[in-house]
């Protein structure tokens, strides 16, 4: 049977009812279907897909497994390389990774690694109850800095070497932006918390409600015996527009309307956290933040969601898929537009955006066509909410509580090399508070090569 | 957890607590403040921290209650815990030194004050204390601050207390009289903070005030606490929450306030009546 040159589709809430609901969009495959995409994969032998991912999931042997019916054998394999596989399988951006270096994808569709990734991955979490057990301890501590995937994939990686781990972690919950960013209806946080428990049950502590550089400081948790810390912090600063009105009551970061969404669950009628809810919202961006907003934001009721993005569909730097959905539930896109001033009402509520049409000339530094303002083009918008999420850059927190600690102009950290040693002996540092905002898959990469460099660091100061 | 060792309702509206939490009583100093969530359900509020005993790994807050929350946490017993309690936040008074000061207080914020007129005090620096509040009943602190105060006045706006007037009346007069002072402190309500403000502006007299807005993460990570200060965007919560009052624009902090004003209204009125419910 030659299998289609298409990827084996994923059921889905039906977008009207969807854009009601925070449930999970995509409900996963099936057995059947699992087994139907597995059988798209030709197992080459040069394994170009692994290639394509940024911590090599041996790509066609877990999907062999998968073929031969051992999904759990196809999650082990993937669980090798991969710490966090069932949020990967749901958010990696596999169309630019894996999927882009597969071969069936030269004619046709690739073979959904993605998909099957997280089948596998969903598989276990339903199917086995074999829990971590931790690794007698070697006797080192190490502390990880932040939650994120960066931070847990490092603290599992060197408890897995027997390394006493403790994760400190700023907000009630850990997951980074697992937990206060990407929506319920995208990554159910069922999931992360499980991936947490599987890290505690290997013997991690993590401590919530600390912030390191008010609570504790890095040089306090040399004091405390630690004898290398990894700084995940991410990239949670919020970048604003600097326009006039900006300050009016209805215009929010993404960041804390995500937060109250999210994290805070004002979705729930059982938590007691406000949201705005109005009638009129504009998301102001193009990426996965702006997306995550913009869906949010009509789940919570609000009859009219704008996405207002200053370059074209073609520059969108959110993954297709996610516009694709955005669409499909009713988000209006207004390309090619940005607001110059934010109007509000006598009460200092929003009640406007005046915007301006934009057109693209030559290419920019980042290598796509600059947005040039036409001239004359402005144009009134009602809303009673906008969004800002054209960005985020690293907190300053750590650096400016952390003597010696080298960053950049960007207020990125330094780091040498792929191992994310920093200007400070026995700090590391990795994700998106070294590379600025980025990929869960990038920022468990760096967590990983991190644990590493942190583990030979450890071993050749004990031979000292 | 954080468990409560010790809770003293200081007149009807307003409670002070003292919260095991060793971490942040180890690091805690006058003008930081804290998060603290009640249960898995409830908000994260911002609370000042108004004392901390570093060996006991205790710290104390003191708070009005204005809404669901803080009534909802003014029910907890001694031996109750919260869930969380995440601090010290915010940057630390500059209090070094400052020779001699005004420090007023406002109501509730006088609990914010006190730790301020305290350290003054135990630096060596001249403090008058400034407390003012609606009437009699809700005075507080009176015993504390007349032990660190060179001078201490207290005003009521209703005179119930034997001395009727607003804390700038009282401010006023000492300016005039002479006393120079190198700083004001003003903590208390947006409005009697700008008053301060704009009182001490012709004289050229360093104001510091505290501001409260709204806050969620207070790590600098939702812009939330945003406010102007000298026409910049500041975030309260990381940058201050202490800031020049001349510089600040109080309208826009008023007008941000208020932006759930209606949903605490409504939030309230839901506690309530679960409550009522409990009773019956
Ligand atoms: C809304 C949104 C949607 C996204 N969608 C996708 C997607 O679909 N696919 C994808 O691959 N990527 C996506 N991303 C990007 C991805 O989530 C990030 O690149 C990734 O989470 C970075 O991981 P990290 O470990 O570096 O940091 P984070 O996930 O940011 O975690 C950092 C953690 O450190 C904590 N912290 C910060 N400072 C301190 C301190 N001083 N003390 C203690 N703790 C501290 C923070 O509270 C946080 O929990 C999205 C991002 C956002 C915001
Ligand atoms: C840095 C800082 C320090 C503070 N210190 C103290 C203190 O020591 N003692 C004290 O009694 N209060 C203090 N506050 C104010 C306190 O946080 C609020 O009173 C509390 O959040 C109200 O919660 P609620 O659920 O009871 O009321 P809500 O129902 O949320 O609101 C009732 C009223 O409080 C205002 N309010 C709501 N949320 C906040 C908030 N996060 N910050 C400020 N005002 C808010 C609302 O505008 C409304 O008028 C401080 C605030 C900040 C930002
Ligand atoms: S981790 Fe991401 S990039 Fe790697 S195989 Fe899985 S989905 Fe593809
Ligand atoms: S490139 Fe595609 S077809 Fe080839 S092994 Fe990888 S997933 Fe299978
Ligand atoms: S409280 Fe979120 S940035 Fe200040």
Known sequence: MAAGMKKTEMPEQDAKKRSKNFSEVASGYTPEMAAEEAARCLNCKTR???????????????????????????????????????????????????????????????VGIGRLERFAADWHMSHSSERETPVPSNGHKVAVVGSGPSGLTCAGDLAKLGYQVTVFEALHKPGGVLVYGIPEFR????????????????????????????????DELFEDGFEAVFIGSGAGLPTFMHIPGENLNGVLSANEFLTRVNLMKSYDPKYKTPVLAGKGIAVVGGGN??????????????ETVYILYRRSMEEMPARHEEVEHALAEGVQFRLLAEPVRFIGDENGWLKAAECIQMELG??????????????????????????????????????????GLDTNRKGCIVVSDESGATSREGVFAGGDAVSGAATVILAMGAGKKAAEAIHQYIQSRGKK | MYRIVKKRVLNPSVVLMEIEAPMVARKAEPGQFIILRIDEFGERIPLTVADFDREKG???????????????????EEGDALVDFVGPLGVASHLEGLKKVAVVGGGVGCAIAYPQAKKLH????????????????????????????????????????GNKGFVTDVLRGLIEEGAAYDAVIAIGPLVMMRAVSELTRPYGIRTVVSMNPIMIDGTGMCGGCRL??????????????????????????IRRGRVFASQEKESLREHECRLMKGVQ
């Open chain 2, 228 to 253: 102007t200060v000298g026409g910049e965007t500041k975030f309260a919560c990381v940058d201050g929450p202490e800031f020049d009052g001349h510089q600040v624009d109080f309208d826009e902090a």
């Open chain 1, 48 to 110: 170009p897909c692994v290639a394509g991912c940024p911590v090599n999931v041996n790509i066609p042997d877990f999907i062999r497994q998968i073929k031969a019916g051992d999904v759990e054998e196809a999650y082990r394999i993937i669980r090798g390389t991969n710490s966090l596989p069932s949020v990967c399988g749901r958010v990696c951006p596999q169309e630019s990774q894996c999927e882009s270096k597969c071969v069936r994808g030269v004619k046709g569709e690739p």
């Open chain 1, 289 to 302: 933040v702006a997306m995550d907003a913009a869906r949010s934001a009509l789940r919570l009721g609000f």
């Open chain 2, 58 to 76: 205790t710290v104390t807050i003191i708070f009005q209650l204005v809404g669901t929350t803080t009534k909802q946490l003014s029910a907890l």
């Open chain 2, 122 to 161: 135990a630096l060596g620096a001249q403090v008058d204390v400034i407390a003012g509040f609606r009437n009699r009943e809700l005075i507080i602190l009176e015993e504390e601050f007349a032990k660190v105060a060179t001078r201490f006045f207290c005003t009521t706006d209703d005179g119930s207390n």
């Open chain 1, 187 to 218: 990554l159910p946080k069922n999931i992360v918390s499980e991936e947490i428990k599987n890290l505690t049950d290997m013997g991690v502590t993590v401590l919530t409600d600390v912030v390191i550089g008010r609570t504790v400081s890095v």
């Open chain 1, 362 to 403: 030559e290419p920019d530094a980042s290598g796509r066509r600059r947005p040039v303002p036409k001239e004359g083009s402005e144009f009134l918008l009602d809303i009673d909410t906008a969004v800002i999420a054209v960005g985020t850059s690293p907190n300053p927190l750590i650096r400016n509580t952390t003597k």
